[in-house]
């Protein structure tokens, strides 16, 4: 998994059947270099140009062969760490890098060359898992709900409880016993990355520590909050250059992190708005778990018990790695990826294109 704060592969080992089978396994994380991060900023850069047709970008290309060749380094090295060979494993999920995500045109675009893949780790390889979906009228995200509830099925916490991923773009999946709706709900990483990138040189903000020297702009955290995309009734999705920067332009660097942040954790806290009951748990997955002044607002903002991801027994580091997995295992099954409660699709959805290695 190579998500929208565009920090490196999350690369994870499950035994599953796709089902209620989880048996998560060793993970790892390989960062991106100044180098790859920079090249897919310009592949994002270039991709609404790229849709309209014409010659495929130069960057666009570069990327997608440099983050699919990382890819297998990335799997090499997890299997190392296994003390696994290839023959020992049956399948790679293998999202690739998401460079655009136009749902409303019914376009979602991941980076990343299922094939070379396959070829290169001698293992059978799915991927493109959300343009079945998006084709079909859905959002084409968020795809980790069903792995959410098979997880939540096991964790003997109580109900309803809500699974936070605050990746690029954040989102929610509320379970409550059968019962899974799911939405992305704002802004998540990627603003705060961005700001950093633009500002600092650094690509985070560790563990919030330049948010907590600065101030919280109310104004232009209103501004930001009343986005149009927060008066949509769910299903819904985001790309991560959803939210421009206006709002906190002029800024300090400091009051800038600190209103980015804040934002993020108000425009989560804005689902409850769309729940059935009051969730009595919030597990929060993804990097921005680690921005200790983000969750502090967060937990302002609830007023619930939020919990990481770790406290639940969840790793979350691997989930969304993990969560691809599982989710190639029922794309092979032909088991739907995605709900009408999770994306807005028709009815439930398969998807992901196989690519069989070489015996």
């Known amino acids: 998994m190579s998500g929208t704060s565009l920090d490196g592969i999350d690369a994870a080992l499950i035994e599953t059947d796709g089902e209620a089978l989880v048996r998560p396994g060793p993970a790892l994380t390989i960062p991106y270099g100044a180098r790859t991060r920079s090249l897919l900023r310009a592949a994002i850069d270039d991709a609404p140009a790229a849709i309209e047709g014409g010659p495929l970008p130069h960057s666009i290309r570069e990327a997608e062969s440099l983050t699919s060749e990382a890819h297998a380094r990335a799997v090499e090295a997890l299997l190392d760490k296994a003390g696994l060979k290839a023959g020992e494993v049956g399948l790679i999920g293998f999202h690739g890098q998401t460079i655009l995500h136009r749902p409303a045109l019914r376009r979602t675009w991941q980076i990343g060359d299922g094939a070379l893949l396959a070829r290169l780790t001698g293992i059978d390889v799915v991927n493109d898992f959300r343009s079945a979906d998006v084709h079909a009228g859905g959002q084409g995200a968020p795809l980790m709900p069903l792995y959410h509830a098979a997880l939540a099925g096991e964790s003997g916490l109580p109900m309803p409880l809500v699974a936070v991923n605050i990746g690029g ?191």
């Not at 650094?202 to 955290?221: F, K």
């Not at 729940?275 to 921005?288: Q, R, Y």
Request: aromatic share 6%; glycine share 10%.
């Open 169 to 359: 773009v954040s989102n929610v999946t509320y379970i409550d016993g059968d019962m899974v709706l799911a939405f992305d709900s704002g802004p998540g990483n990627a603003p705060i990355d961005d700001w950093m990138h633009r500002h600092t040189g650094r690509p985070v903000d560790e563990g919030g520590a330049l948010a907590r020297q600065g101030h919280i702009d109310q104004a232009a955290l209103a501004t930001m909050l009343a986005h149009p995309f927060f008066d949509r009734v769910p299903p819904k999705s985001l790309d991560r250059q959803d939210f421009g920067m206006g709002a906190v332009e002029g800024l300090s660097p400091a009051d800038g992190a600190a209103t980015l942040a804040a934002f993020t954790a108000a425009a989560i806290a804005s689902a409850r708005e769309h729940f059935p009951d009051v969730p009595a748990t919030w597990i929060i997955c993804g990097g921005g778990r680690h921005n200790d002044f983000l969750m502090e607002r967060l937990r302002e903002a609830v007023q619930a018990r939020v919990c990481r991801s770790e406290e639940a027994g969840w790793d979350g580091d691997a989930l969304e790695a993990q969560g691809f997995a599982y989710l190639a295992m029922r794309s092979i099954k032909g088991l739907p990826l995605s709900l009408p409660t999770t994306t807005g699709v028709p009815e439930p959805m398969t998807g992901g294109v196989l690519h069989k290695a070489a015996r």
